[in-house]
């Protein structure tokens, strides 16, 4: 039996248990056929341990997929469709997705399916409550630590910021947040769900010139996705011009509702 030296040559050449295992049972029709046969047998194993550990990575709360999730019960902007937002384009693109609306509509299992697909095709996520980030930052600082967990994040294409707004964070944090969101403006692609309007994030930043200069730069490259129930608030928030003229299609509608 040869199944321990090819264990062996497999460890030697930092090839997969799964190979020598596949090595026993594959057919091919000529020497080459088997190998080839082989060969992407290794790839394809490869392929899907990276994606477990892209995924157990990420820092998901849950698993979940566009299975069961209702695109007809949100709002997206004129220039994205469902297969659009499905295809991940923009994180190619490095744009941003802001999904507002009330708690418990959909913007984290949305925001989640995005994050899923996207390490499934091999793009590192990074998904963090973001009071939780706030304060790994803050803790880094203190613990002289920051360049370390910066480095960490900075491994991700895309990361997801949920419950943004839902408490207030301290001033220290809250500028940590700002500097990395601005230190990867147009380098990564950004999810933030939130069910704060644009014009009270100051509430939970403290500061009128830094929240106006986030909104800025999230918004700048960004897809607005909107969840039922808190649309009029956000059109009468401060970014009135700019919500319409990300949602060109709601303002026929918005017209009707305010006569």
Known sequence: MLEKEIIECCKKLKLSRNLADMAQVMKGESHQEYLHKLLLAELKNREQVRMSKLINSAGFYSIKTFDGFRFDEVTLPSDLTPEGLKSLDFIQLKKNIIMYGRTGT????????????ACQKGIPVKFYRTAALINQLSEA???SALGTLLKKLN???VIILDEFGYVPYDRVGAQLLFDYLSEIHEQKSIILNTNLEFS???NVLFDEQMTAALVGRLMHHCHLVLFPGENNRLRESSINELYRSMSS????EDKKHDH
């Open 141 to 143: 600082k203190k613990a």
């Open 155 to 157: 491994k991700a294409s």
């Open 106 to 117: 959909g913007k984290t299992m949305l925001s989640t399916a995005l994050g899923v697909a």
């Open 200 to 202: 009270r994030w100051v």
């Open 249 to 252: 299609t709601n303002v026929g």
